[in-house]
């Protein structure tokens, strides 16, 4: 463990940091902290609970999903270095700064379900380059690949931001007492190998044939083609379930299924594939939709959804080759 701060971190030459990037990452960090504050009072402060209505998605919305999402607009819409944002939440983009460096995309609150039962909940961001102007949705049709930074801040028994900028994964813990984020891990791994997965057994009857039967061996544990026994984790919460896996290997899987056929996937493209597989990626797994790797996927709109399979490397790669 190292007493670095996130602001000193910042300051040094890390993979695309920049001066601007830095100036960004900060203020979702800190505005990260003002999320925190409210999570922490909860039932005390009259957020918890139905917000009365549904998001772009058709979910509906918990009172701390429109709180959330209201910092992260405010902190970052007057932002000198930021040209336009996205959320998770609302239909269309926010143009910001016209000389703005970066775009923003964030899911305001991941895993929102949970707030109500005092369970983990988390920020996840992604950051990409202002190519112009803001004027449309396309100028935030980049590929994964593009992305300068991305991370989320994970609000658990301990509050939690676990960062790439290109230059592998940091682990920051928020100091309750000083407020500071204090760097507590460097260069994060995630083992190849494993005997953990995370699926929503609840859909197992809607999903294709690939995955039925990649899950099949998996339970059969050491009396199958496998010959090792395995555990399944599930905590309702991607960040929870991501953080596991950097901090322990694993796979996560949310895979195209029957359900709804013209629904692509459950999870958004933009605002939690792309960030979480660029963190896997740079600590060494892999992420895939069980078909071509999640980052080399072209956009075509802000909300596009995708089947996601990530994590441990020989894992996403032996279900992938299952497809």
């Known amino acids: 463990m190292s007493n670095q701060t996130l602001s000193q971190y910042l300051e040094q030459q890390h993979g695309n940091l920049t001066p601007e990037l830095a100036q960004v990452i900060e203020t979702i960090a800190n505005t990260c902290k003002t999320i925190d ?35 992260l607009i405010d902190a970052l819409k007057s932002h000198p270095q930021v040209g336009g944002l996205a959320s998770e939440e609302l239909d ?34 992604s950051i990409l380059p202002a190519k ?13 690949t593009e992305q300068v930074a991305a991370g989320y801040v994970l609000y658990g ?34 083992s190849s190998d494993t005997q953990e997965f995370a699926i929503n057994a609840s ?5 294709e044939n690939p995955v039925k039967r990649y899950i099949d061996e998996l339970l059969a544990g050491k009396t199958s083609v496998r010959e090792k026994d395995f555990n399944m984790r599930w905590v309702a919460c991607m960040v929870g379930d991501i953080h596991r896996i950097l901090c322990r290997g694993g796979i996560f899987l949310y895979p195209y299924d029957l359900k709804d056929p013209k629904k692509a996937g459950r999870l958004r493209l933009m605002y939690e594939a792309n960030p979480m ?32 399979i990530i994590g441990s490397k020989n894992e996403v790669e032996l279900v992938t080759s299952y497809h």
Not at 104 to 115: E, K, R
Request: net charge negative; proline share 4%.
């Open 37 to 71: 504050q409210a999570l922490q009072k909860g039932a005390l402060a009259g957020i918890l609970g139905s917000a009365e209505n549904e998001n772009v998605q058709g979910e509906t919305q918990k009172k701390l999903d429109v709180i959330s999402n209201d910092y």
């Open 92 to 125: 269309d983009f926010t143009p910001a700064q016209e000389n703005g460096k970066y775009l923003v995309l964030f899911d305001p609150l991941d895993g929102s379900s949970n707030i109500d039962i005092n369970m983990c909940v988390g920020t996840i961001f």
């Open 132 to 144: 112009n102007a803001v004027t449309q949705s396309a100028d935030f049709m980049q590929a994964g």
């Open 157 to 190: 028994p301990s509050t939690m931001l676990a960062l790439t900028v290109g230059a592998g994964v940091v682990f920051f813990t928020l100091d309750p007492n000083t407020q500071t984020y204090l760097l507590t891990t460097e260069n994060v791994q995630v």
């Open 203 to 207: 859909n197992q009857r809607h999903w």
């Open 277 to 308: 597989s660029m963190l896997i990626e740079q600590a060494g797994g892999a992420s895939t939709t069980g078909r071509v790797r999640i980052m080399d996927i072209q956009p075509t709109e802000l909300h596009q959804r995708v089947p996601v």
